[in-house]
């Protein structure tokens, strides 16, 4: 399985990572996963690095994890580990089922992968939202710290008042 070489694309183009990850409107610390190879780039957010950066495909990109050694459990992505079992469960039905248990597992695997697709474009959606909640509690931290620096401000005051009082 492939991946592409974000981080280099974007350094080659001068963008910040943050800067990238507001533009694909995702969280700068799922670009980073993305980059690493920790999680995949989901097909839309493809097409959407080639609009930014005005090219027709991300070929001269693609990084082959195979090149080298084989990656560990721990390296592999969910996609990546999702096709193997695709494939060990296409090989055991080619070498083990009759001729109609052979399409009637080629339906399985049309099912799954609409499932997984389907689970990759909502967990899209759930990184989109949870952008978006991370955003409102940056703005409500700051809230809170601006009503924090008025309290402390207040309680000065109080003070500065009452010990000009007591002279």
Same mark, same amino acid.
């Given at each position: 399985m492939s991946r592409f070489d974000i981080s280099r694309l974007r350094k080659e183009k001068g963008?910040?990572?943050?800067?990238?990850?507001?533009?694909?409107?995702?969280?700068q610390s799922f670009l980073?996963?993305?980059?690493?190879?920790?999680?995949?780039?989901?097909?839309?957010?493809?097409e959407r690095l080639c609009e930014i950066f005005g090219l027709t495909n991300l070929n001269d990109y693609v990084v082959d994890k195979r090149q080298g050694s084989d990656p560990t459990m721990a390296e592999m992505t969910d996609s990546d580990? $999702?096709?193997?079992?695709?494939?060990? $469960?296409?090989?055991?039905?080619?070498?083990?089922?009759s001729e109609h248990h052979h399409h009637d597992h080629h339906h399985r695997i049309e099912e799954l992968e609409e499932r997984v697709e389907r689970l990759f474009c909502r967990n899209d959606e759930l990184m989109k939202r949870n952008a978006g909640l991370a955003e409102?509690?940056?703005?409500l931290r700051r809230e809170i710290d601006g009503y924090r620096a008025e309290i402390d401000s207040l309680r000065k005051e109080n003070h500065m008042l009452r010990c000009g009082q007591k002279d």
């Open positions: 963008m910040s990572q943050s800067e990238l990850a507001q533009q694909l409107q995702m969280t980073s996963a993305i980059e690493n190879g920790k999680s995949p780039l989901p097909i839309e957010k493809e580990l $999702f096709n193997q079992l695709l494939s060990r $469960f296409h090989k055991q039905a080619h070498s083990a089922e409102d509690n940056d703005r």
